[in-house]
């Protein structure tokens, strides 16, 4: 090979070692957070501030936190973020070709969190769509009201499963620490 192959070759590579740790850092957030302390005031990285806004606040059980002691000898306390996938993947509704694996995780989801007595069987049945109106109802706030909705649906449609997603997530890493 000459020499301009090598050129080239050489700025791919590290193109892509920039563009992996860009993705890697920038964008998933995998790298260790910032803590920034001036004068008396300590800030956390925003994006973790958000993710940790968005986490359930119904106990106090799901979540943990660690303190860091910074060389002006203040204590910052703050939550750990435990990232996870999401549990759920597509929407699911009574009487349409639902993922069978998403409706299997539904109702074992709704059977060991919400203490509903569900046959896991994958199909979306009556019974299923009362168990989610009763998950609706419950967390009325968060999966009913962004759509300005005042009964449930019994739709697993984008606010309810993000929002069984959040809790699965929070519930998983409890019990995992």
């Known amino acids: 090979m000459n020499k301009w192959t090598w050129t080239v070759l050489g700025a791919f590579v590290i193109w892509v ?8 850092c920038g964008i998933k957030g995998f790298c260790q957070d910032e803590v ?18 968005d986490r359930p606040t119904d106990t106090i059980e799901n979540t943990q936190t ?21 549990y759920l993947s597509t929407y699911l ?20 969190y919400e203490n509903e007595d569900l046959v ?10 009362m168990a989610v109106e009763r998950f609706q109802e419950k967390y009325r706030s ?8 005042s009964s449930p649906t019994g739709y697993v449609y984008q606010t309810t499963r993000d929002h069984i997603n959040r809790l699965y997530c929070a519930y998983t890493s409890v019990e995992n620490n």
């Open 17 to 24: 070692f920039i563009s992996s740790y860009w993705y890697v």
């Open 36 to 53: 920034i302390a001036t004068d008396s005031t300590i800030s956390i990285n925003k994006d973790v501030d958000d993710e940790v806004a």
């Open 66 to 86: 660690r303190t860091v002691q910074t060389t002006e000898t203040q204590t910052v306390t703050r939550e750990k973020v435990v990232r996870c996938d999401a």
């Open 93 to 112: 509704r009574e009487g349409y070709n639902n993922s069978s694996q998403d409706m299997r995780r539904l109702e074992e989801f709704l059977n060991e």
């Open 120 to 129: 896991v069987n994958g199909v979306f049945d009556s019974s299923d769509v």
């Open 142 to 149: 968060e999966v009913l009201a962004p759509w300005g909705l």
